[in-house]
C-alpha cells in the first residue's frame, strides 16, 4: 500500500500570500496518477490537479502542481479568501487507492 | 452536467447493513466507473473502493473487503455501496465520486453529495 505523508498540518497565511503544500509518498509514484484536491467545510472534495501537474477545468491558474517520485507540491501563488480550505493529496496508480492526511490552510 | 446524487441520510444500530445509492446523469454510464469515499467527523478522506460501469468488476480496500460490496444498475446508471456488520467507526460521511471505467487508476473529477450513515446503539 502506498502512503502518503502531507505537511504540514496546518498552514496559517494571509491573503495575498503564496501557499506551498507537501505530499510525500512511499514508495513513489508515477507523477500520471497523482492529484490534488479542495474541500470546503461541509461540501465534498473538488478536483484541483491531476497527472501532477495539469488543472482540471474551471481551476484557477494560481494552482500549479508539481513533482515526482516521492515529492510532490502544489502551490497557490496568491491566495484568495476562497481559497482557505483543507487540501488533500492522492494516488491513484495501484489498484488500492489512498489520500494523504490534509493539510489546511486557515487566515492567519 | 455531469450530476452524482446520493441517497439520505442513515441511523443504523451496531451490527446491521447500509446501503447507499448514487444516481448518475449527464454522461455514458458505461464509460467511467464509480468510486466510494468516506469521512470521519473531522477527519480525512479514506478511499472504499471502485466498481466498474463498463463490466462491474470491482477493487476494494484490504481493510474493508469482507464488510462491502459495491453493485451497479445500468437500467438507472446507479451505483451501490452495502456496508454489513457496521460499528461505531463506521460513522461517517460517505462520498461516491467518478472515476475510471475500466481500470480504478484514474482521478475523480465529480463527487456526489455526500451521505451521512451514523451508526449508534
Known amino acids: 500500500e502506498i502512503v502518503l505523508t502531507q505537511s504540514p498540518d496546518t498552514l496559517s497565511l494571509s491573503p495575498g500570500e503564496r501557499a506551498t503544500l507537501s505530499c510525500r509518498a512511499s514508495?513513489?509514484?508515477?507523477?500520471?496518477?497523482f492529484a490534488w484536491y479542495q474541500q470546503k467545510p461541509g461540501q465534498p472534495p473538488r478536483l484541483l490537479i491531476y497527472?501532477?501537474?495539469t488543472r482540471a477545468t474551471g481551476i484557477p491558474d494560481r494552482f500549479s502542481g508539481s513533482g515526482s517520485g516521492t515529492d510532490f507540491t502544489l502551490t497557490i501563488t496568491r491566495l484568495e479568501p476562497e481559497d482557505f480550505a483543507v487540501y488533500y493529496c492522492?494516488?491513484?496508480?495501484?489498484?488500492?487507492?489512498?489520500f494523504g492526511g490534509g493539510t489546511k490552510v486557515e487566515i492567519k | 452536467q455531469v450530476q452524482l446524487v446520493q441517497s439520505g441520510a442513515e441511523v443504523k444500530t451496531p451490527g446491521a447493513s447500509v446501503k447507499v445509492s448514487c444516481k448518475t446523469s449527464?454522461?455514458?454510464?458505461?464509460?467511467?466507473?464509480v468510486n466510494w469515499v468516506r469521512q470521519a467527523p473531522g477527519q480525512g478522506l479514506e478511499w472504499m473502493g471502485w466498481?466498474?460501469?463498463?463490466?462491474?468488476?470491482?477493487a476494494y480496500a484490504q481493510k474493508l473487503q469482507d464488510r462491502v460490496t459495491m453493485t451497479t444498475d445500468t437500467s438507472t446508471s446507479t451505483s451501490y455501496m452495502e456496508l454489513r456488520s457496521l460499528i461505531s467507526d463506521d460513522t461517517a460521511m460517505y462520498y461516491c465520486a467518478r472515476g475510471g471505467g475500466v481500470v480504478p487508476t484514474v482521478h475523480f473529477d465529480s463527487w456526489g453529495q455526500g451521505t451521512l450513515v451514523t451508526v449508534s446503539s
Open positions: 466498481i466498474s460501469g463498463h463490466n462491474g468488476n470491482t
Open positions: 449527464g454522461y455514458t454510464f458505461s464509460k467511467y466507473g
Open positions: 492522492q494516488q491513484y496508480g495501484s489498484s488500492s487507492l489512498s
Open positions: 497527472g501532477a501537474s
Open positions: 514508495p513513489s509514484v508515477s507523477s500520471v496518477y
